[in-house]
């Protein structure tokens, strides 16, 4: 399965300012997501990084507060924009290798630790 | 679309017992659930998965079974020992391939 080096590990950010997440994938995936997991919670879904095209977002998450980029198969960036106290989060990236319809691989990055003062 | 749940919210073991974790999937069309071992601090690690056209699966202490007809997969982890304390997610991958997570199984084994 692939690898995922996820930058940076943790942050501690003034509110109003934005942070970028990087994800770099070892080898070409199929799709890549972004998931925000707050503490002692599950993973929620915020958007699907499509490469080329604008990303696919899920209910309750937007592209102005979420930009995202997927500029090839194997990078992607999470920006958090305009940061409130409430984006305090640990933000994961995964990547998906599919054969036809079918998964051969999820795989998650280290994660982010965003706190947000 | 997809919706999991997943139960219990924690379970407490005598070490050597077993634990089950159960997760219920609304949506007939998922095909894929894997099953996710997160210790505190780390990413999700896959532990297990299994495809639908698969009933059951087994790696050495971890089993998970699948019935599609009443749309519920569990995970069954035998002789249990205090490193397999963490919280366990199961997921279902959607038509989009997208990953659903149930709401997380907090396991601790007593030595």
């Known amino acids: 399965s692939a690898v995922i080096s996820q930058k940076p590990s943790r942050d501690i950010c003034q509110r109003g300012t934005s942070l970028t997440i990087q994800c770099q994938v070892d080898s070409q995936v199929t799709m890549m997501f972004w998931y925000r997991q707050q503490p002692g919670q599950s993973l929620t879904l915020i958007a699907t990084?499509?490469?080329?095209?604008?990303?696919?977002?899920e209910s309750g998450f937007v592209i102005d507060k979420f930009p995202i980029s997927r500029p090839n198969l194997t990078f992607s960036t999470l920006t958090v924009s305009n940061m409130s106290p409430e984006d305090s989060s640990i933000y994961l990236c995964?990547?998906?290798?599919?054969?036809?319809?079918?998964?051969?691989?999820?795989?998650f990055g280290s994660g982010t630790r965003l706190t947000v003062v | 679309g997809e919706n999991v749940e997943q139960h219990p919210s924690t379970l407490s073991v005598q070490e050597g017992d077993s634990a089950v974790i159960k997760c219920t999937y609304s949506d007939s069309a998922s095909n894929y659930f894997p099953w996710y071992k997160q210790e505190l601090g780390k990413r999700p690690q896959l532990i297990i998965d299994?495809?639908?056209?698969?009933g059951e699966k087994k790696d050495q202490r971890i089993a998970v079974t699948l019935n599609k007809t009443a749309k519920h997969f569990s995970l069954h982890i035998t002789e249990t020992q205090p490193e397999d304390s963490a919280v366990y997610f199961c997921?279902?991958?959607?038509?989009?391939?997208?990953?659903?997570f149930g709401s997380g199984t907090r396991l601790l084994v007593r030595p």
């Open positions: 299994i495809r639908s056209n698969v």
């Open positions: 997921a279902a991958v959607d038509s989009s391939y997208k990953l659903i």
């Open positions: 990084a499509n490469q080329g095209s604008e990303a696919t977002y």
């Open positions: 995964s990547a998906t290798k599919l054969l036809g319809d079918r998964v051969l691989s999820d795989t």
